[in-house]
């Protein structure tokens, strides 16, 4: 069987990639188990970070149509289901996950651009969830759009099924950053090691609970973030940050 998803790790860095151009990329069901797979895997190792990337011309079109024609209603739902608990598990991970775009992320490909905690984005790149100019309106991916963006311009994204460029995916806040083609690893190398570094464990927490609190009621996510700010300040990792910002020196995590 063709290899569909390519894992590789470089130091603290795993790298996951979409590779399979001739279908551009396309969430099948088999990509969808492979790409669980993969995470899961990371998610028990020492890594720090994950890159998101892709191979060829788009970096995914998202469901796969032919999968789709004369399905079954609980065939169709397991696919959905499949696709929506990867990306609750890109958000249970304790890795930072960045998505390195490159080029048209549409539908459930968007889907998976949106769940990434960070996006850079190449000028090439575009972003689209169109099913709102066809017959199957973007359910799932628009879970995780609607995540990013304000109700005005995720509706807009869904309704019109137009296409977004990377400008626009910045102006609104959907990237982080939009850097020249040639440029995008530069990039991609820069936010990861910015965003990886401190103490891994804290920032495992951290980013868990930015998920679990973001959609609470404000008093309900501050109940919240205090009892995990609580547990955290007794920990030995933050101690040693605590004690080393007193000393005036720096911490040393080593691999908390």
Known sequence: MDQKVRVSREADIVTVTLCNPAKRNALSMDVLKELTAAFEEIAVSDAVGV????????FSAGH????????????AFELFTV??????LMHRIPQVVIARVHALATAAGCQLVATCDLAVAAESAS????????????HTPLVAVA???SPKRALEMAMTGDAISAATALEWGFVNAVV??????AAVN???????????????IGKRA???????????AYEFASAVMADAVVSDVAQEGIIAFLAKRHPDFGLR
């Open 83 to 88: 696709c929506s608990n990867l990306m609750q």
């Open 127 to 138: 972003f689209a969830i169109p099913g709102g100019k066809g017959g199957l309106f973007c």
């Open 180 to 185: 020249a083609d040639e440029e995008l690893d």
């Open 51 to 58: 890159v998101l990337a892709a191979e060829g011309p788009v």
């Open 210 to 220: 930015y998920y679990d609190q973001i959609l609470l009621p404000e008093d309900q």
């Open 64 to 75: 796969n149509f032919g999968e789709m024609a004369g399905t079954s209603r609980d065939d």
């Open 147 to 149: 995540r990013n963006l």
């Open 190 to 204: 820069e936010l990861m090691m910015r965003a990886t570094r401190g103490s891994r464990e804290s920032k495992a």
